[in-house]
């Protein structure tokens, strides 16, 4: 990546390289929270260096495989078919394919301030004629269906016939993650094409299984300058693509530019009468480019008014901060709001994980619910919808209330693969990840941060209050209360670090009382009971009879929040009961092995050994615990329980996982960052740029390729946005205590609190917050202890 100091919203590429395409075509995706599609070239065809790749939210399909010997399920985010399409050739020569041609030029830009991506380039073919190629593209964030696609081409030093392929291209399946190679992948069956007119062409197909109809169309037109140029037209269709054959004459200097504007609208969408029916509606109208370029760019502008977060420091942590908020808002967007569909892992960009939904909305929620937080209310509505079928997880798995599943996609059912494969080893093994419950502890948290920073009543009495008792009621039920500690301990299950699957020598049971689990589990009961008091008494009562809560249970959650189980090792938090009688692995003699040990766990297996007899961890487990909670919450819950924490066990608990941490999910250097922000101020900074690099270097190696990494994106914004800040959103007030790192310059912050719109200011001197004009309430901030009272129109100073 390169980029010119002066302008941190362009991310730059320039050269071409095979082997960088998959990593660029994942950054260089374009959408508008609707739909997503990767930066694939508009000629390129899957297989070799690119993968095109469109998604929509919410469409998947479910297909079943043979692996190991074993049938097994998988749903999977579908690729639909590959609408910017367009390649051209010279006279009767071959198709323009940039792998066979002598490159003079290419330069790639996607514009982060309007999500457009232009790719232009220069080469000379076979005949010596030398050709320049600008191809343009945007999915419209004010127009969800509508996509749009230029190519233009200026002949150097030739004249002669040019013919433009413009194709809507359903040969498409799902193939882009090497490790699910062995997965059934063709999602998508053929329902018809037509050239409804002559310029516009239609293709219609449908999901395989989940029968999700999906319709394209696209009007294509070829001009000279802003005036349409003769060309003559031919329809080509098979029965799943179809394709305009345009051909004009082209002179040297005189550039074609092929537009190419395209519907896409499926079964899942509202307020249309049939998917074909609307990509033609949307086609119709003589809406002009210009003015819907103009349309774009001023729904852009307005999401960047209310995300605008911006640090002096370096121009390249500007633009990857930038780039962060923009592929957030390209997966989730106003559009969302209406979907019913939950916040993808990897984004709209790719299809690992297959596009399911896990935790990590809790690093995107945050940024959300300061500036659009009905968008947060959506995502949560999309948990409660699912919620009956979490209840009949819980009701299978022998407990009661809500289990909520670790992987969920369209219906909320358990969507973890029951086999992975290892691809160091080649084993299909066993996959224990659906013990991972704590996720219903997330989707608790989220409700409750959201219901903090919000006030949202109506949400709390209609959808809110019912998942928190229901997910308390599930952690009460799998609480039980042990004789041998005269405690309750919560068995059998994963917590945020994947590598522990369970003790040595029972590898798939799960381990007991994860303290992150056992702590989090005492704060949803907690949550759960506050919220049942604060419902009104008609809506509370109508819930508690709907439920058939009664006093035993709630009683019974309470003594949970008085006498849980919190294992602890040589003065530290262990992540899980027996954690300290692990042996130690030798981490250098490792890193020296093999370098990159981030996926300590496969290294282990493929050696015939595993990662559960190591105190080894792939990502924060109980450090988690510091980043959800202040110590202001943490010590006194913990003294609550019966553990007072002496000053040194934070620290030192810190300490102790730092050291014995691969960092295997690009989650683990945001709560890294977090958790050393008080006390390693220069760590907390360098995990912060590991944050900002997971997806612009892919620390992974490779895995950006296959979908950036939402969580991480939105959780390293979030560590300016609130805890170098230091700010939180309790008790109806705003409060702020920087540890601001003053390498990174002034912070400026738009933020929406309550009914203000509010400019943060902060630097390593002072606090300055801002609100703008209007007639709402009045909101106290505090910052250190002192207080003020921030009318609108007023702005508070705090020095530091
Ligand atoms: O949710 C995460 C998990 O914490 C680590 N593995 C990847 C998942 C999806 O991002």
């Known amino acids: 990546m390169t980029g010119r100091p002066d302008d941190e919203w362009l991310l730059r590429y320039e050269g071409y390289d095979p082997a960088d395409e998959p990593l660029r075509e994942a950054l260089c995706t374009v959408g508008n929270g609707y739909l997503a599609t990767r930066g694939a070239p508009p000629e390129a065809r899957p297989g070799g260096a690119h993968y095109p790749g469109t998604y929509v939210a919410g469409v998947y399909n479910r297909l079943a495989s043979r692996v190991a010997g074993r049938t097994v399920e998988n749903e999977c985010l579908v690729n639909l078919p590959h609408w910017p399409a367009v390649t051209f050739r010279i006279d009767d020569g071959p198709w323009f394919d940039i792998d066979t041609v002598h490159l003079l030029e290419h330069h790639q830009t996607l514009d982060l301030r309007r999500a457009v991506l232009t790719r232009h380039l220069r080469y000379r073919d076979d005949r010596n004629r030398v050709t320049t190629v600008t191809q343009r593209r945007l999915v419209h964030m004010r127009h969800h269906h509508l996509c749009f696609q230029e190519v233009v081409i200026t002949p150097e030093n030739w004249s002669g016939r040019l013919r433009f392929r413009s194709e809507l291209d359903g040969r498409v ?129 307005h999401l960047w008014e ?85 209840r009949a997880a819980a009701r299978r798995a022998g407990h009661i209330g809500a289990m909520y599943p670790w992987q969920s ?54 959808h809110g209050a019912e998942m928190l008792l229901e997910i308390a009621r599930f952690w009460g039920d799998l609480a039980v209360l042990d004789p ?57 009562g109508e819930l508690s009879e709907r439920l058939r809560l009664d006093p035993t249970e709630r009683a019974r959650w309470k003594d949970i929040t008085h006498r849980m189980f919190i294992p602890f090792h040589e003065g530290v938090i262990s992540q899980f009961e027996g954690y300290g009688e692990l042996a130690e692995l030798d981490w250098e003699a490792y890193r020296s092995r093999y370098g990159d040990i981030h996926r300590l766990e496969r290294i282990l297996e ?73 006390a390693h101020r220069e760590r907390a900074v360098d995990f912060f740029f590991r944050a900002l690099e997971s997806d612009i ?40 205590n920087p540890f601001w790192p003053e390498a990174l310059g002034t912070l400026e912050i738009n933020l929406r609190y309550r009914e203000h719109f509010l400019r943060l200011r902060i630097n390593g001197d002072r606090v300055e917050v801002g609100s703008t004009d209007g007639s709402h309430q009045p909101v106290r901030v505090i910052c250190r202890g002192q207080t003020a009272e921030l009318r609108p129109g007023a702005t508070v100073r705090f020095p530091l």
């Open 173 to 301: 399946r799902n193939t882009l993650v090497e490790r699910y190679r062995d997965l059934a992948d063709t999602h998508l069956e053929p329902v018809g094409t037509s050239g409804p007119a002559p310029d516009c062409v239609l293709l219609e197909m449908r999901t395989n299984r989940s029968a999700i109809p999906l319709a394209m169309a696209a009007r294509t037109a070829l001009v000279q300058g802003s005036e349409p140029i003769p060309a003559t037209i031919r329809l080509r269709s098979a029965p799943d693509r179809i394709a305009l054959d345009l051909t004009a004459e082209a002179t040297p200097g005189r550039p074609v530019t092929l537009e190419k504007t395209v519907t896409v609208v499926t079964g899942r969408d509202h307020a249309i009468s049939s998917p074909a029916d609307e990509a033609l509606r949307g086609l119709a109208g003589d809406r002009h480019l210009d003015d819907l370029l103009a349309d774009h760019e001023q729904a852009w502008r």
């Open 306 to 390: 209310r995300f605008r977060i911006t640090v002096e420091g370096h121009p390249d942590t500007r633009r990857i901060v930038l780039l962060h908020l923009l592929h957030l808002l390209q997966t989730i967007s106003p559009h969302s709001a209406d979907l019913d569909v939950g916040v993808p892992a990897r984004g709209l960009h790719g299809e690992a994980y297959r596009g399911h939904v896990f935790w990590d909305e809790l690093l995107v929620f945050p940024i959300l619910n300061l500036r659009l937080p009905d968008l947060t209310r959506a995502l949560l509505r999309y948990r409660h919808r699912r919620l009956d079928e979490a």
């Open 409 to 462: 996609g369209s219906d909320g059912r358990e969507e973890s693969q029951q086999f992975h494969l290892n691809p160091r080893s080649g084993r299909w093994l066993p996959d224990t990840s659906a013990r991972q419950h704590h996720i219903g502890l997330a989707i608790a948290h989220n409700v409750w941060q959201y219901h903090q920073v919000t006030g949202d009543r109506e949400f709390l009495i209609h």
């Open 484 to 540: 041998d500690h005269d405690r309750y301990v919560i068995r059998g299950v994963m917590g945020p670090d994947e590598f522990h699957t369970g003790y040595p020598g029972a590898e798939s049971g799960g381990i007991d009382n994860n303290a992150y689990t056992n702590v989090m589990a005492v704060r949803a009961l907690s949550w759960a009971m506050e919220a049942y008091a604060a419902l009104p008494a008609r809506e509370r």
């Open 606 to 678: 493929a050696e015939g050994d595993t990662v559960n007899r190591y105190r080894a961890s792939k990502q924060a487990d109980a450090l988690m615990l510091f980043h959800l909670l202040t110590a202001d919450e943490l010590l006194p819950l913990m003294a609550r329980l019966g553990y007072p924490l002496d000053p040194d066990t934070i620290p030192r608990t810190i300490d102790h996982y730092l050291a014995r941490t691969s960092h295997g999910s690009t989650l683990s250097a945001v709560v890294h960052a977090w958790v050393l922000a008080r």
């Open 697 to 736: 270097v892919d620390i992974q190696g490779g895995t950006t390729a296959e979908g950036v990494h939402l969580g991480a994106m939105a959780g390293s914004v979030d560590l300016l946005q609130r805890c170098f800040s230091g700010l939180e959103t309790r008790g109806g007030h705003l409060a702020l």
